[in-house]
């Protein structure tokens, strides 16, 4: 079977309503980066997503839900630090760990938390309340590789996917943020698309279970496996492209200030750059280069989430 891509009309959400009640898989955008959908409470659908992705079973997977009553539904408590940040950045690309509700099956069945949000998409909310349940979604390419930003990324990576819904790309490009709000300190494990700054103001102090990941250090903990979002070439982070030799089959990814001739260039501004790093990836892949040389960037915090991705990326 081959996937269709669809226009995300009446006629679109209907047939992707009828596949997820089906218990199979639908494609959808979302601000982030394209999920690949799932009823939540269908064992047999979270089975597809799980073979089609390739993805490891210890992985687990975020829910999208429509609204704070959803979430709250998914959670066996929802304490008042998860009302304020709801508040704050719902819908938005914040997915919040909290305990799971002792009853629920299918997603996450054998883990004691789940993890949820509600994505800021017009698409993805339409599909959500037209469909009526949670969709547990990652993102909507095979396991380890780069994460999709087009509904075409998507076909790319997963030919068998039976429906994608074509939003246009992602506005951020870049994975939520993956606060754990079951500690005493709400602690960061994944981050993403929203900043420390922005997040701190309403929860205080965050503890950083994940170490800098600039060098792509391995990890503690599950479901954040060393090597991802990787493209085919091998990638390698250095401090200045602007002085590094530049072998055969080379490309180079960096971005404005740190320009050298024949370079994929993107902003300095790590909101703009984040946008787009996936596509670039994906560009630099289909040219057909061997290595992939990537400026490091700025140790600031506002590049914390870049930083993270390029350092999976390049994780042997
Ligand atoms: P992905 O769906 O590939 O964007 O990744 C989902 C990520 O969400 C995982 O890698 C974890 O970091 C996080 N996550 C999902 N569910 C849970 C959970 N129950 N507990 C902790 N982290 C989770
Ligand atoms: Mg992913």
Known sequence: MTGRVVAPDAAGIAEAVELLRAESVVAFPTETVYGLGADAFSARAIGEVYRLKNRPSWNPLIVHVAGVPAARALAADWPAVADRLAAAFWPGPLTLVLRRAPHLTGVGAANDTIAVRVPAHDVALRLLAAVGLPLAAPSANRSES???????????????????????????????????????????????????????????????????????????????????????????????????????????????????????????????????????????????????????????????????????????
């Open 146 to 316: 780069i994460s999709p930003t087009t509904a075409e990324h998507v076909l790319r990576s997963l030919p068998d996917v039976p429906l994608v819904l074509d939003g246009g790309p992602s506005s951020w490009g870049i994975e939520s943020t993956v606060l754990d709000l079951t500690t005493a300190v709400p602690t960061l494990l994944r981050p993403g698309a929203l900043g420390l700054r922005a997040l701190r103001e309403v929860t205080g102090a965050i503890a950083l279970r994940d170490a800098e990941t600039a060098d792509g250090a391995a990890r503690p903990s599950p479901g954040m496996s060393r090597r991802h979002y990787a493209p085919r070439a091998t990638l390698h982070l250095v401090p200045d492209v602007r002085s590094a030799e530049i072998p055969e089959k080379t490309g180079v990814l960096t971005y404005e200030g740190a320009d050298v001739p024949d370079a994929e260039v993107l902003s300095a501004d790590p909101r703009e750059y984040a946008a787009d790093l996936y596509a670039a990836l994906h560009r630099l892949d289909d040219s057909g280069v061997e290595t992939i040389l990537v400026q490091q960037p700025p140790e600031t915090e506002d590049w914390l989430a870049i930083r993270d991705r390029l350092g999976r990326a390049a994780a042997k």
